[in-house]
């Protein structure tokens, strides 16, 4: 009988997935643990392989079209069958999404309103669910958790039996443990008050709406429009920057540094690196700052968690890596895990490591979680200033520009030499302005004095 291979859960909040490329074609024989396609989800695009042999009978989701977890994207058939027969079967008696499959608690919380399957009912289809990552914690036999939110929970003291979940199946997820931290809060903050005002006002009287908002969509006058559809990524990336803005007070603060030693360290030591094919970049110099001065500035490597603030013993530092439009756009952290204990050797091989695996295979859920604080370098694409948006659960986000050649004042004397802005996105509820200019402070003594980064 045919096999159904369906879209997989490939992270913790994903919900659908959309199909960027297919490597194989009707016809193609395939063997277990082949990619068979790369499958962008809410984090990242990831290689699809299967996990059974067989021969591709069809080939059921489109390249672009975006599927729900559970939904059937191809159709594999086994030794001995006609190809034609088991596209035929598989549109004949599609598995219902509820069905049984190789991994059941995954399947099941992907389609949580899916009919059961009858008793009687003929299934002439069996479905393979390849979940590559973790599945769902079960709390007895009823309460579902995901092992990010079950790892909240436990760093904020929230009572898992005590929150209502709302992923698929009434599984309990990241935003479930979040919003429950910050119920536990005496008060909601007046902010958040008149933002759902705002939005009872604005539903009410949608007469008052500005017209381009009223017609999302709708084209310019007099102009010509070409229609993009919204990536998976590009979606869930809109929505969590929204709610950053929303939920998060930012402020900014930014503050210059000279580059001048930094440049010639990292000249020196890449010159003596050569033969180890070892070469550092001025983002490794600037990760290892920011952790050691996260060590000495622990509200910098902290997270709000409504009635109390979390300061966190394990220094990570997410950095920003842009994906190519090939592999379908959008922007993911990788984490550098204990950045504070790393070399620069380490940070700057496992920064290349996860920039690589990002713009090729796809993250991890683990490459993925768990930073503290979050840096977006654009000096390399000559940017000399900008701000960036607080990437939550952090406190803070350092946005870097390029170290750029200018006239500067060196010992009362005007020369030339290399500086650079970096500014500051922070969270008002964690850091206040002294806190902010002390961590500045800090960091521009690791980066103007990078002898104190090789210890």
């Known amino acids: 009988m045919p096999i159904n291979v369906t879209m997989p859960r490939l992270s913790d909040t994903m919900e659908q997935g959309t199909v960027v490329k297919w490597y194989v074609k009707v016809g193609d024989k395939v063997a277990s643990g082949q990619v068979i396609a790369d499958i962008e989800t809410d984090k990242a695009t990831m290689e699809q392989a299967v996990f059974d042999e067989g021969i591709i009978a069809k080939l059921v989701c489109p390249e672009g079209k975006q599927v729900k977890v559970g939904d059937v994207i191809a159709v594999l058939a086994e030794d001995g069958e006609s190809v034609s027969d088991a596209a035929s079967a598989s549109s004949a008696a599609p598995a219902p999404r509820g069905a049984v499959s190789a991994a059941p608690a995954s399947n099941a919380a992907a389609a949580p309103n899916a009919a059961t399957a009858s008793s009687t009912a003929p299934v002439a289809t069996r479905t393979i669910v390849a979940d590559v990552h973790a599945t769902d914690v079960t709390d007895g036999d009823?309460?579902?958790?995901?092992?990010?939110?079950?790892?909240?929970?436990?760093?904020?003291?929230?009572?898992?039996?005590?929150?209502?979940?709302?992923?698929?199946?009434?599984?309990?997820?990241?935003?479930?443990?979040?919003?429950?931290?910050?119920?536990?809060?005496?008060?909601?903050?007046?902010?958040?008050?008149?933002?759902?005002?705002?939005?009872?006002?604005?539903?009410?009287?949608?007469?008052?709406?500005?017209?381009?908002?009223?017609?999302?969509?709708?084209?310019?006058?007099?102009?010509?429009?070409?229609?993009?559809?919204?990536?998976?990524?590009?979606?869930?990336?809109?929505?969590?920057?929204?709610?950053?803005?929303?939920?998060?007070?930012?402020?900014?603060?930014?503050?210059?540094?000279?580059?001048?030693?930094?440049?010639?360290?990292?000249?020196?030591?890449?010159?003596?690196?050569?033969?180890?094919?070892?070469?550092?970049?001025?983002?490794?110099?600037?990760?290892?700052?920011?952790?050691?001065?996260?060590?000495?500035?622990?509200?910098?490597?902290?997270?709000?968690?409504?009635?109390?603030?979390?300061?966190?013993?394990q220094v990570n530092v997410g950095v920003a890596i842009a994906l190519p439009e090939e592999k379908g756009g959008g922007l993911v952290v990788g984490v550098v895990k204990d950045a504070n204990l790393k070399s620069l050797r380490q940070i700057s091989g496992e920064i290349r490591s996860l920039g690589e695996k990002a713009r090729t295979k796809g993250l991890s859920m683990d490459e993925m979680s768990g930073a503290t604080f979050t840096i977006s370098n654009l000096g390399m694409f000559g940017v000399d200033n900008f701000t960036a948006i607080i990437n939550p659960p952090n406190s803070a986000i350092l946005a870097c520009g390029a170290a750029l050649e200018q006239p500067v004042v060196r010992n009362h004397q005007l020369v030339v030499g290399f500086e650079m802005a970096a500014t500051l996105s922070l969270d008002h509820r964690v850091i206040d302005g002294a806190m902010a200019s002390k961590y500045l402070q800090s960091l521009k003594q690791f980066v103007e004095g990078p002898t104190m980064l090789l210890v």
């Open 142 to 313: 009823r309460m579902r958790v995901s092992p990010l939110a079950r790892r909240m929970a436990s760093e904020m003291g929230v009572e898992l039996s005590q929150v209502q979940g709302s992923g698929p199946g009434g599984r309990v997820v990241k935003r479930d443990v979040l919003l429950a931290a910050e119920n536990r809060s005496a008060a909601v903050p007046a902010t958040r008050g008149a933002q759902i005002a705002a939005n009872e006002l604005v539903a009410a009287t949608p007469s008052m709406m500005p017209a381009a908002a009223a017609s999302a969509g709708a084209l310019v006058h007099g102009g010509q429009s070409i229609e993009v559809p919204v990536s998976n990524m590009r979606g869930i990336i809109a929505k969590r920057l929204v709610e950053s803005k929303q939920q998060i007070p930012h402020y900014q603060v930014t503050m210059k540094f000279s580059m001048d030693a930094v440049l010639a360290l990292r000249g020196s030591l890449n010159e003596q690196l050569a033969s180890m094919e070892v070469k550092l970049s001025v983002n490794d110099f600037i990760v290892r700052a920011c952790a050691l001065a996260m060590a000495k500035n622990p509200f910098f490597n902290a997270s709000w968690a409504g009635d109390r603030i979390l300061l966190h013993q």
